[in-house]
């Protein structure tokens, strides 16, 4: 029977040293692998934590780094504390930088967003809070926004107006804003599986939101991760089975403004739109920060057009359900 791992709130690591089996969760004694299991939150959700390495108390280090590690890029990148440097930069429009991984984040994202014709674009936060407000009223009717409003909205939308270097971030525009939340999971996901990796870690499977694998399993065989449409879900529609790879899965119905279920959080960032033409979108790509951002890109795009792109990004490749159930793997 496949073990696979599905889109659940919950976020984890299985990880082995060099040389020692992985242990799954009955956990069976072995004087050859030693375990350190942590549980607690990270991301806002469930976490454990299950390192198998020689050194119980080089292992436990590790675990403290990590979740300091996990909570430092939080400060940096999180929408939802008032005290990181995305939260500021938001409110006062520009901020000074020290933090050299928000640098290395928007570059991929300009990357993404130049390869997607700016489909992906983080500065869409706008027409999300257009939305948002929308339906938190209790006013607000079941056909949406306004046009009115989500032009306006639209008008501070364009990644092509964040001005960005070393040591400053800012906007071009007033009342431009920018969420990072169809990307910053991935980029922590890499993180943590390059702090594994560093500490000898050579069989990991690294899940912060966003899987992404080191090498195979201790018994050489793939890692299997499920792909559902909803994360609570514990009946995947398919199995992948991958290895030195990265999977993220992108679905409109992970979050909705309305009770209908009508308007999903994936939004167009041209058209102010919010299309539920897939099921899900998952991507395989070589690192979670690409396949993260592609994933969001692609729930905006047809099926050629997603063919289009992936023709000229080697390495990376996609696995979409569409709305009628037809599942394409390009």
């Not at 692998?33 to 939150?41: D, I, L, M, N, R």
Request: hydrophobic content about 45%.
């Amino acid at each position: 029977m496949v073990r696979a791992v599905t889109r659940r709130r919950a976020i984890g690591i299985l990880a082995a040293a060099a040389g020692l089996p992985l242990l799954y969760s009955s956990f069976p004694a072995k004087a050859n692998a030693p375990v350190v299991v942590w549980t607690g939150q990270a991301l806002g959700a469930r976490a454990k934590l299950v390192l198998h390495h020689g050194n119980m108390a080089k292992a436990r280090r590790l675990i403290d780094e990590i979740v300091l590690e996990v909570a430092r890029l939080e400060g940096i990148f999180s929408l939802y504390r008032d005290d990181s440097i995305l939260a500021e930069l938001n409110r006062v429009g520009g901020v000074a930088v020290s933090s050299p991984e928000m640098v290395s984040l928007l570059d991929q994202c300009l990357r993404v967003w130049k390869r997607t014709g700016g489909l992906f674009d983080p500065t869409v936060q706008p027409v999300w809070e257009v939305y948002r407000d929308h339906f938190a009223s209790g006013h607000g009717d079941e056909f949406g926004p306004s046009q009115t409003k989500l032009d306006r909205a639209l008008g501070k939308v364009g990644f092509e107006a964040v001005r960005y270097g070393p040591d400053r971030i800012a906007f071009a525009e007033r009342g431009m804003a920018m969420t990072l939340n169809g990307v910053a999971q991935g980029f922590i996901t890499d993180r943590v599986a390059y702090m594994l990796r560093n500490e000898g870690f050579d069989s990991c499977l690294v899940n912060m939101g966003e899987e992404r694998a080191v090498g195979a399993q201790s018994d050489g065989t793939p890692w299997h991760v499920g792909l559902a449409t909803t994360e609570d879900s514990l009946d995947p529609d398919a199995v992948l089975s991958i290895v030195n790879r990265a999977v993220a899965t992108s679905s409109p119905t992970g979050f909705v403004f309305d009770e209908d279920g009508k308007f999903g959080h994936i939004l167009h960032p041209k058209t102010g739109s919010a299309p539920m033409a897939y099921r899900r979108v998952t991507v395989i790509a070589d690192d979670a920060t690409t396949a993260d951002a592609l994933s969001t890109a692609f729930n905006l795009m047809d099926v050629n057009s997603i063919r289009s792109v992936l023709e000229d990004w080697p390495g990376a490749s996609a696995d979409l359900v569409e709305r009628t159930g037809a599942r394409h793997r390009i």
